[in-house]
């Protein structure tokens, strides 16, 4: 039942699109104007696109229901008007087709990107090609047209096709999806509409009253502070105002226009428009493509304030604990000597954190260290730790020598063999095996700390102050390019890092 109701409701719109473009040119013109400039804008181009955008494709054939009317209530022959609908069917489905084509499946397309709206301007000519050609065509076979008229035709109906298609589509696709972006402004969007009405009343009014005075480029505004203020959705509900003062004005001045003035007005409206609403659209989504950059730079800028507000917190941290290197140095030497000779572990894990903490101490102020640096640190910090547990703690190190020569922030590493540590070694029985590996794969450097246990946390869960730290330090440096991955495989915990290089 949704899907009749939508059917009936699509092919009532496309009707009603191609009713009142007859209906208008019979009330205004009920002499007639020539075959090839017989209406302004055909609406159902727009209306048909739209529907097989929002609804699918799958509702195509409901375009050709358009015969049925037409007939009836203008007494057109069966055989014309099924060639209209067939033109206007194939039009549309060459014109979804297209989009599709380009741009992916149709229900994703979002109308206030770049590449969609030129997509749409491009196919708003080409597929409106269909028709152009296979109804003037049918019309010279009949006899109703002189071959000789052939160009003329082909112009009126492209230019008409496409016009109609930019001043609907966009329009019944902002209406059904509600893509506005004024709300909150709507006394501002309400005088921009008041103003491309009134500025077309004027523009228009002039241009179809055979004073052959031109003012049209005074709708020009309204459309460009839509499209630079608001979205693309505005500016075609500017189009629509503009579009419906265009028939209001034609219609009011048709009896002053002589029949060659007629059809003259009739293309220059076609392509002024089609013109208006193309640098409208381009506008618009210029404009939103700018507004996604200068948010994208302030995100970013964001990101590195806090980066370095986090640097200058850290090392503020630092500051309250940090110890005269010299007297540190000299009283580990001082510690040392006074030890027997026998004393040779004590003596040597005492050398062993001398040579840490003068590592450690040399990195302040170092952003980032290459990974051969960041690894001997880490050496050193396990050789104090093997003195403390003995053979219960094993290192093992698997470092490619292409990966010891990048770049990685600094004690990235230290808090993941800490951990490891702290999970590990203190919490089971038995040797507790630790390695740390590094290598390249796909322009990215992949770092895994790994000790044999269980892992304690859940899936995805954050377990320590530790990994929590690298994980931000992480994300303030790489942002989302760097990852951080916890989990359990073949009797270890596994932490791996990938940091691009």
């Not at 209906?23 to 017989?38: C, I, S, V």
């Not at 992949?446 to 859940?458: D, H, I, K, Q, Y």
Request: proline fraction near 4%; hydrophobic fraction near 55%.
């Amino acid at each position: 039942m949704p899907a009749l109701i939508k059917a009936l409701a699509f092919s009532a719109a496309s009707n009603a699109a191609v009713l009142f473009v007859f209906g208008f040119g019979r009330y205004f013109w009920p002499e007639g104007l020539p075959a090839w400039a017989h209406h302004i804008f055909w609406l159902a181009s727009g209306v048909n696109l739209a529907g097989i955008l929002l609804l699918g494709i799958r509702y195509a054939p409901v375009i050709l229901l358009d015969v049925v009317p037409v007939c009836l209530l203008f007494g057109t022959p069966w055989e014309t008007s099924m060639v209209g609908a067939v033109s206007n069917f194939l039009e549309a489905v060459v014109a979804a087709g297209a989009i599709r084509a380009f741009e992916g499946h149709l229900s994703a397309i979002r109308l206030d990107r770049l590449r969609p709206t030129g997509v749409l301007l491009g196919v708003s000519l080409v597929a409106s090609w269909v028709p152009a050609l296979l109804f003037p065509v049918y019309l010279i076979l009949k006899g109703e047209m002189p071959a000789s008229q052939i160009w003329n035709a082909l112009g009126n109906w492209n230019l008409a096709n496409a016009a109609g298609m930019l001043l609907v589509s966009p329009l019944v696709w902002s209406i059904y999806r509600q893509a506005w972006s004024w709300r909150g402004r709507g006394l501002e969007f309400a005088c921009t509409l008041f103003a491309a009405v009134a500025l077309g009343v004027v523009a228009f009014g002039a241009a179809f009253s055979g004073l052959g005075i031109n003012f049209t480029f005074l709708v020009l505004p309204p459309v460009i502070y839509a499209a630079v203020r608001f979205g693309w959705a505005e500016v075609s509900a500017v189009l629509g105002m503009v579009a419906a003062v265009i028939y209001a004005t034609l219609g009011w001045n048709a009896r002053a226009l002589r029949p060659d003035e007629q059809v003259a007005a009739i293309w220059f409206v076609q392509a002024f428009t089609w013109g208006l609403a193309a640098t409208g659209f381009l506008i618009a989504a210029l404009t939103a493509q700018r507004r996604e950059v200068e948010q994208h730079v302030l995100v970013e800028r964001e990101r590195t304030l806090e980066a370095s507000l986090y640097a200058e917190r850290m090392r503020l941290a630092a500051l309250r604990y940090q110890i005269n290197p010299h007297f540190l140095f000299n009283a580990l030497n001082s510690v040392r000597a006074a030890l027997p000779l026998t004393e040779a572990v004590a003596r040597d894990m005492l050398t062993d954190l001398s040579g840490y903490l003068r590592s450690t101490l040399a990195c302040d102020g170092v952003e980032a260290v290459a990974l051969a640096d960041e690894v001997r640190s880490v050496q050193g910090y396990l050789r104090i730790e093997q003195h403390r547990f003995g053979p219960r703690l094993r290192a093992i190190f698997d470092i490619d020598a292409a990966a010891g020569e990048k770049m990685v922030p600094v004690f990235i590493l230290q808090p993941l063999v800490e951990n490891a540590i702290r999970h590990g070694l203190e919490k089971i029985k038995g040797v507790c095996e630790i390695a740390i590996m590094a290598h390249i794969a796909e322009s990215s450097l992949l770092l895994e700390v790994r000790n044999s246990g269980t892992w304690r946390g859940g899936a995805g869960e954050w377990s320590g102050v530790g990994l929590e730290n690298v994980r931000k330090r992480l994300e303030l440096v790489y942002a989302s390019r760097a990852s951080l991955v916890t989990g359990e495989a073949e009797g270890f915990v596994r932490v791996k890092m990938v940091i691009p290089v």
